[in-house]
């Protein structure tokens, strides 16, 4: 009997959505894991998150990830698969949007610490 090979499905940018879609695969009855790396890039560094599963399951995984709109892409582009999740908010304005948050969370440290003093 041969054993059936692990295969990539995709790669994600982040630890948080590669466990939603192992989870998500899961809760459909396909085994996965997720091997992260780190790639060089250009000025740096960003961590890889490999999504595997059995080349018997690769079709049915893809196709359910598809289907929650976790992945674009088809098998004859596999390397290329991108996730669509997290696109749609430029990073600048992601940042943007956390340092304001930070601001609001300083400011109201301060002016609980000011009030007990």
Same mark, same amino acid.
């Given at each position: +009997? $041969?054993?059936? #090979?692990?295969? #990539? *499905?995709?790669?994600?940018?982040?630890? *948080?959505?590669?466990?939603?879609?192992?989870?998500?695969?899961? $809760?459909?009855?396909?085994?996965?894991?997720?091997? /992260?790396? &780190?790639?060089?890039?250009?000025?740096? /560094? /960003?961590? @890889?998150?490999?999504?595997?599963?059995?080349?018997?399951?690769?079709?049915? !995984?893809?196709?359910?990830?598809? @289907?929650?709109?976790?992945?674009?892409?088809?098998? @004859?582009? !596999? $390397?290329?698969?991108? #996730?669509? &999740?997290?696109? /749609? +908010?430029?990073?600048?304005?992601?940042?943007?949007? &956390?340092?304001?948050? *930070?601001? &609001?969370?300083?400011?109201?440290?301060?002016?609980?610490?000011? #009030?007990?003093?």
């Amino acid at each position: +009997m $041969e054993e059936d #090979r692990e295969v #990539r *499905l995709c790669s994600v940018n982040n630890s *948080l959505d590669a466990q939603c879609i192992v989870d998500l695969l899961k $809760e459909n009855g396909i085994a996965s894991y997720k091997k /992260s790396g &780190i790639m060089e890039i250009y000025g740096g /560094s /960003s961590i @890889e998150n490999d999504i595997y599963v059995s080349e018997t399951n690769y079709d049915r !995984a893809m196709q359910i990830a598809k @289907e929650y709109h976790m992945l674009e892409g088809n098998k @004859e582009d !596999a $390397e290329d698969v991108q #996730r669509n &999740i997290g696109e /749609s +908010m430029p990073k600048g304005v992601m940042y943007m949007l &956390i340092m304001v948050i *930070l601001l &609001i969370f300083m400011a109201a440290a301060l002016a609980f610490l000011c #009030r007990n003093v």
